[in-house]
């Protein structure tokens, strides 16, 4: 018992084993009135943990921090997938070891193993759950509720990407999904919802090799695919091999196709090998598109094809820009860091996703520490990457992806919030933080002080009062 809640105490992955409501948690300084909304976020917590299991293939479970007139409150629920459900009636896991592989004991009618882990978006009046492998999870707002599979009246179908954009002009959201014409295959599909819920395209097309994409980029005009060599075999899969593994001798391509035009119009630009998780935000400037992305040499937490480790040293993400050039005569994409600090979990003001941005935000790492690579602070950055702002944990504490909340509608880009739970090492619980957005280094303003801990997640997203 005491070796475990050791180990614990030196990561915050363990899942918690528990629903729970809190609706009067304590706070420390004073929470902003104008915050009046959640902050839902989305991470793996398994219900059952099997043995070799990547942590990729958690089942999600959402955690919704309620902020109204200065008081704060917290649900956390299970998305009740078919998986989950399955295996909940059963009281064991189906599916295990790697990447989710369905268990041979498994009962033949659970074929299911999507885990809604990823992500948690608002659109066109649906909370919806998202991972990279299903159709979205619709989400009761409020209780946190699981409603099912959402795929607008038929419309879409398979993969449905946990990055969507949506555009903050027309209020359209745009979607990809890899592996679209099965399992560890190279079609992608592509297609857009319109802001009341419609969808209005969906496609499919093939790309360069099977690959693991994560994100993509969304300009006012442009659709840029990345296929960074990340690589899915399914002849690996079958020799029991890694599915995915790191390939760094494909290269880099990323395909840049108009918002309005066809995939078969699509040009491939290659690049330096390289892996990319999460796009900050990216914009037009005359014949070129500028990206922002956090970039890795190579691919963390995922082996060489042969089954191998990756370099420990070098799977760091960095800020860094991407540029194409239309006009130009190649098909090659430059890549410049911006920053030497190592991060994750880009953020901008959403009100200008897709548009040139003066602000942006990420998770960072102290490079003084001696846990140098995990996520203890934020940054903030101006438009061409030079830090603004930074502030750090005190040693051993992570913080989440931080969320930007702007002050009002009508506000200055960049005049709000971050908001990012913390998770606090000494006490094995966790904190969300709310910062003032252009003064990070002084510290949160106001700290929501949980009893239990938020295990490591990926996204969230805040959802005003409606």
């Known amino acids: 018992m005491h070796q475990d809640a050791t180990a614990e105490r030196r990561n915050n992955i363990a899942p918690i084993p528990f629903e729970a409501d809190a609706p009067f948690l304590k706070i420390v300084g004073e929470l902003p009135r104008e915050l009046n909304g959640t902050l839902y976020r989305n991470g793996p917590n398994p ?12 089942d999600g479970m959402l955690h919704a921090f309620h902020l109204e007139d200065g008081r704060a409150s917290y649900r956390n629920r299970w998305i009740r997938t078919p998986k989950w459900l399955a295996e909940h009636d059963a009281g064991r896991a189906f599916f295990g070891k790697g990447f989710g592989n369905r268990l041979p004991d498994a009962p033949a009618h659970v074929t299911d193993g999507g885990v809604a882990n990823t992500n948690i978006i608002f659109h066109a009046g649906k909370l919806l759950a998202l991972e990279e492998a299903h159709l979205p999870t619709e989400i009761e707002a409020g209780t946190l509720a699981t409603r099912g599979y959402h795929d607008y009246q038929g419309r879409v179908a398979g993969s449905f990407t946990a990055h969507p954009k949506i555009d903050p002009v027309t209020g359209e959201l745009v979607f990809f999904g890899y592996n679209a014409a099965g399992r560890l295959t190279s079609a992608l599909s592509y297609g857009s919802i319109d802001a009341s819920g419609k969808a209005t395209r969906f496609e499919r097309f093939e790309t360069p090799y099977a690959s693991m994409v994560h994100d993509f980029i969304v300009t006012e005009n442009y659709v840029l695919f990345p296929i960074l060599p990340l690589t899915g075999s399914m002849e690996r899969a079958m020799s ?10 494909k290269g880099a391509y990323v395909g840049v ?5 066809s995939s078969k119009d699509i040009v491939w630009f290659r690049g330096e090998s390289c892996y990319v998780f999460h796009i900050m935000n990216a914009w037009e400037e005359g014949t070129r598109i500028v990206a922002d992305v956090m970039q890795f040499d190579e691919a963390p937490l995922f082996p060489h094809p042969d089954g191998s480790p990756v370099k420990r040293e070098t799977p760091f993400a960095r800020h860094c ?9 190649t098909d090659r994409f430059q890549q410049v860091y911006l920053d030497d600090l190592t991060g994750e979990f880009p953020r901008v003001d959403d009100r200008r996703a897709g548009l ?3 602000h942006g935000w990420y998770a960072c790492a102290n ?5 140098f690579g995990a996520l203890c602070g934020v940054v903030h950055v101006d438009g061409t990457g030079k830090r603004l702002g930074q502030y750090l944990l005190p040693g051993g504490d992570t913080i989440s992806e931080p969320v930007f909340v702007e002050r009002s509608k009508d506000a200055p880009e960049g005049d709000g919030w971050l908001l990012a739970v913390v998770w606090r090492a000494r006490e094995n619980r966790s904190d969300l933080a709310v910062f003032n957005a252009t003064d990070i280094e002084a510290g949160p303003a106001a700290l929501v002080q949980l009893g239990h801990r938020v295990p490591d997640g990926f996204h969230g997203n805040w959802v005003g009062a409606q």
């Not at 219900?47 to 958690?58: D, M, R």
């Not at 820009?321 to 005569?329: I, Y």
Request: hydrophobic content about 30%; cysteine-free; charged content about 25%.
């Open 356 to 358: 040139k941005s003066r």
């Open 257 to 261: 196709m108009k918002r309005n035009g």
């Open 240 to 249: 029991g091999k890694p599915p995915y593994a790191w390939e760094p001798e």
């Open 367 to 371: 490079p003084k520490a001696p846990m």
């Open 321 to 329: 820009r991407w540029t194409f050039d239309l006009a130009d005569n």
């Open 47 to 58: 219900q059952f943990e099997y043995p070799g299991a990547h942590w990729f293939v958690g």
